[in-house]
């Protein structure tokens, strides 16, 4: 993969559940390295295209390139290199921590044990927990505990905030995306809460019906509509949706 | 729907509306079977016992059915501890009362217009005084007890299965008992009418605990030795599919084991008390060496499942659809963590019976049938019989456990209740036609020598889907040129192999060869197994 090229690049993507357009002529580049945050109302198809990029979903017309690779035809070439946080806490219930995190451990070639070790101590998690015992928030935790101990070049995070209480999404998941951007990776996240994506965010796509109505670094959005927030643009742009 | 009673009506309704419509058109279809045949008797030659077939198999299979929706079972994983009933039911603002009787109400009402159905439209033979009501009553016991245990959380895994098997094995031979001692239709009314009410009370209970998160514990090992069930973990894995391994493991490959080691004991806790009648203690035995393969249908449900949730479905989540993994790798560890769990029964079972055998003192009939097959076919022969068949049990337990995977894994609902509606349609026919056979003695015959050709077209239709699951696979990148070409070879090795064994063993004037090879070519699974790859690619990249 050429430096130059794009992390993620999906063009012309169109997705249907039977008569329903999810996504409708998307195309969307990130280059790397950045934090870009991907907005949208309930079922405006943020999830569906994050599924896309994760080869969870093939593409029915267009086409999605995550490191210059079909993520349908290569998952372990794309998989490998992305960390990722799923908006659902599907975490095995049955695993404690540590099992999970050894489990995890042996897909990731770059698995960093002390920085797994140090991010379990900052979220707190008891290594002997089960995964079933724990709070929704902690799940996430741990979720985001094995989505960062490899450094992955990529990290997607789908409605991270639904998880995680407002300490760790203020404090923590905001240093941790900002470390991982200056080091030259790139973040993808999707969420609701726009001032959180105000806060981390260098780039911002706001998604509405499956289209994406804007997608530009945030600065720029700003400044094209007066230094207003993030929240009043979307109003704006979105209608309220 | 203005009533939760409504609303839970609505909900079974809509769910399962082409499962009851299919329901519907099966008993049109045997009121249309009956009108043809009260029409045409003198044509038909079918003879009593052929039309009682079209009686107890689709009776059978609708009950089921309907036994299936009304716990809540359909898709649910029947070893686990927690409670079946749906959580999203259990927060619903009614009472334990309605969430625990209205599924019961409507359960036992379908049940009993099932049997008042089916006796006016099936056709028994001329003679038999069919009861009128009392099989109702059966039937919306068996659908009442089985709610409840369904509905009921369980202190071990597999539980649910056992204490299931038992009660309603027990309820049967009561009233089978009392069939034989030519009980009159009050006596059964009498007999059955106290177990829906006590039904009822179990249900209530354990839906009550379900609401409230009570799940008992009775997992010793892990509570007082926690580095029993660690160790596996605490090591590294060596690779991402041994990691896989121990996830599937864990997940289900204790659960086959667990259930042999607590059925077993039972039945053969049954010899001390017959060890003197040599036909059932050979019963025992006999039963005891099905008991794996049995048991494996019920676990199977749960191997294909990526989640071990009670309630999960079919689907791949993406914890594990977003490992770094080859799909074909997800399918691998499945296998191994299938076989690991037929060996590990097996090895109780291989115990087991000898011990049990030997303490109770019940091993002579055993040891009689293995020397007639020993003067029969001389020690080397008969050695190799034993061991094909121990093979052959084993062999069939690991298949049971994964030949449902090319289905269940594409994650798709109606696929497998589809190909088990499937099933079950075949089953009917099959028995209707091999009934319509045996009443001739010409059709017989024509039949018995068109079996070689029919195996034949069953070889040929099984290479050619082979072949065509083959370049599907490579096509989709699934399988390698490399691994198409060991697959194909592994499947030919075999298929010798078990020739070999079997021409060895059997004598050609019984036995002709081609039909051994023949015989080896349907037995040695191929396709379902190359088609579960291509099941997980459709379910993980949708």
Redesign the interface.
């Known amino acids: 993969m050429a430096a130059d090229e794009p992390v993620i690049a999906v063009s012309d993507l169109t997705r249907r559940f039977g008569a329903r357009a999810v996504l409708s002529s998307v195309t969307l580049e990130i280059p790397r390295g950045g934090v870009y945050g991907l907005v949208g109302a309930n079922g405006a198809g943020k999830t569906t295209l994050i599924r896309h990029v994760l080869g969870l979903l093939r593409a029915e017309e267009g086409s999605v390139r995550v490191f210059g690779r079909d993520p349908v035809a290569d998952p372990v070439g794309v998989l490998s290199r992305i960390g990722y946080l799923s908006e659902e806490n599907d975490l095995p219930g049955w695993m404690r921590v540590d099992e999970l995190m050894r489990y995890s451990r042996a897909f990731y070639p770059g698995w960093d044990d002390a920085y797994a070790g140090e991010l379990r101590a900052m979220f707190a998690l008891d290594p002997a927990a089960k995964i079933k015992t724990l709070s929704k928030g902690q799940q996430a935790r741990a979720g985001l505990v094995i989505a960062l101990a490899y450094r992955p070049e990529l990290l997607v995070l789908d409605e991270p905030s639904s998880g995680l209480d407002p300490i760790v999404r203020r404090d923590i998941l905001g240093a941790v995306l900002r470390t991982i951007a200056d080091e030259g990776r790139t973040v993808l996240f999707s969420s609701h809460l726009l001032e959180e994506v105000e806060q981390v965010a260098d780039h911002v796509t706001m998604i509405r019906q499956g289209k994406i109505v804007v997608s530009a670094p945030l600065k720029e959005v700003k400044d094209a509509h007066g230094g207003a927030s993030l929240d009043a643009i979307f109003v704006e742009r979105m209608g309220g949706v | 729907m203005r009533t939760p009673a409504a609303a839970i009506a609505w909900e079974f309704r809509q769910r399962h509306r082409w499962g009851l419509i299919g329901l519907l058109a099966t008993i049109l279809t045997l009121g249309g079977i009956k009108i043809v045949f009260l029409t045409n008797q003198a044509h038909l030659e079918m003879s009593d016992a052929t039309f009682a077939l079209l009686v107890p198999v689709p009776l059978a299979a609708t009950f089921l059915y309907l036994l299936a929706v009304f716990t809540f079972g359909i898709s649910g994983d029947l070893a686990a501890r927690e409670s079946m009933y749906p959580p999203r039911m259990l927060t619903l603002p009614v009472s334990t009362a309605a969430l625990a009787g209205w599924p019961m109400l409507y359960g036992c009402v379908s049940m009993a217009l099932l049997w008042f159905a089916m006796r006016i439209v099936a056709i028994f033979p001329p003679g038999v005084e069919v009861p009128r009501y009392w099989p109702a009553l059966f039937a919306a016991s068996l659908l009442a007890w089985t709610q409840a245990l369904t509905w009921m959380p369980y202190p071990l895994r597999g539980m649910r299965i056992v204490i299931s098997i038992v009660l309603l094995v027990s309820i049967d031979v009561v009233v089978f008992t009392a069939l034989e001692s030519k009980a009159r239709e009050s006596t059964m009314l009498l007999l059955l009418a106290p177990l829906v009410p006590l039904a009822y009370v179990t249900a209530f209970s354990a839906v009550n605990r379900a609401r409230r998160g009570d799940v008992p514990d009775w997992r010793v090992a892990e509570r007082f030795a926690?580095a029993l069930t660690?160790s596996a973990?605490?090591r590294?894995?060596?690779?991402?599919a041994?990691?896989q391994l121990?996830?599937e493991w864990?997940?289900y490959g204790r659960s086959l084991p667990l259930l042999v080691a607590i059925v077993l004991p039972v039945g053969l806790s049954l010899l001390f008390l017959f060890r003197e009648a040599a036909v059932i203690v050979v019963e025992i035995v006999v039963a005891s060496l099905l008991l794996p393969s049995f048991m494996a249908i019920f676990v199977a449900a749960t191997v294909a499942k990526s989640?071990?949730?009670a309630s999960e479905s079919y689907g791949i989540?993406?914890?594990v659809?977003?490992?770094?993994?080859?799909?074909r790798a997800l399918v691998v560890a499945k296998w191994q963590a299938a076989l690991l769990s037929t060996l590990a029964a097996w090895m109780i079972v291989t115990v087991a019976v000898p011990v049990a055998l030997l303490w109770s003192d019940a091993a002579e009939p055993i040891l009689k049938i293995a020397r007639n097959v020993d003067d029969a076919l001389g020690r080397p022969r008969a050695i190799i019989l034993g061991l094909l068949i121990l093979a052959g049990l084993v062999g069939s337990t690991w298949k049971q456990l994964v030949q449902g995977l090319y289905i269940a894994m594409s994650g798709r609902d109606w696929a497998v209740k589809g190909i088990v509606f499937a099933t079950l349609v075949l089953v009917t026919f099959g028995f209707l036609a091999l009934g319509w056979i045996l009443d001739s003695r010409y059709r017989t015959a024509l039949a018995l020598n068109s079996i070689p050709w029919l195996m034949a077209a069953f070889v040929v239709l099984k290479l050619v889907l082979a072949m065509r699951v083959m370049q599907r696979g490579a096509a989709r990148?699934l399988f390698t040129r490399k691994q198409l070409i060991f697959g194909a070879l592994a499947w030919d090795a075999c298929v010798l192999a078990l020739y070999g064994v079997l021409a060895l063993i059997l004598p050609e004037i019984l036995f002709r060869r081609y039909f051994l090879l023949l015989v080896a070519m349907l037995v040695v699974p191929f396709v379902r197994l190359a088609a579960a790859p291509l099941a997980v690619a459709r379910n993980?990249?949708?």
């Open positions: 926690p660690r973990a605490r590294d894995f060596r690779s991402a041994r990691a121990w996830f864990r997940q989640s071990s949730n989540t993406p914890f659809a977003t490992r770094p993994v080859e799909d990148g993980r990249h949708r």
